[in-house]
Nanobody, 127 residues
Framework: VQLVESGGGLVQAGGSLRLSCVAS??????????MGWFRQTQGQGREFVAAVSWSGGSTYYADSVKGRFTISRDNQNTTRLQMNNLKPEDTAVYYC????????????????????WGQGTQVTVSS
């Protein structure tokens, strides 16, 4: 499975960005996957941001982004993260992750439970 993120950049506080993640690969085509977003700042572990079920019917958010970020799923291959009212503390490298057997209810916030990761895209929010 290959994941490619895009959409990061530099934005002022209060602004918006939309991240995209496209998955591909033979393995990906043969299973259904939950998709999620994590973020990481230098020297810190990966922090859960949001996740969406394979059907798109269930979404989950970290408390720190609820009401500001929206995760969506265009199809089986693509997820997007709409980020509004961005704050300087949202500055991080954002990673897309997928997994075919993860229990989102129980394990969505645990980075080691997600099987595949993208390379990350930098989001910088200036004050």
């Amino acid at each position: 499975v290959q994941l490619v993120e895009s959409g990061g950049g530099l934005v002022q506080a209060g602004g918006s960005l939309r991240l995209s993640c496209v998955a591909s690969g033979r393995t990906f085509s043969s299973h259904v996957y939950a998709m999620g977003w994590f973020r990481q700042t230098q020297g810190q572990g990966r922090e859960f941001v949001a996740a969406v079920s394979w059907s798109g019917g269930s979404t989950y958010y970290a408390d720190s982004v609820k009401g500001r970020f929206t995760i969506s799923r265009d199809n089986q291959n693509t997820t997007r993260l709409q980020m509004n009212n961005l704050k300087p503390e949202d500055t991080a490298v954002y990673y897309c992750a997928v997994d075919s057997s993860l229990s989102l209810e129980r394990h969505r916030t645990i980075a080691t439970k997600w099987a595949y990761w993208g390379q990350g895209t930098q989001v910088t929010v200036s004050s």
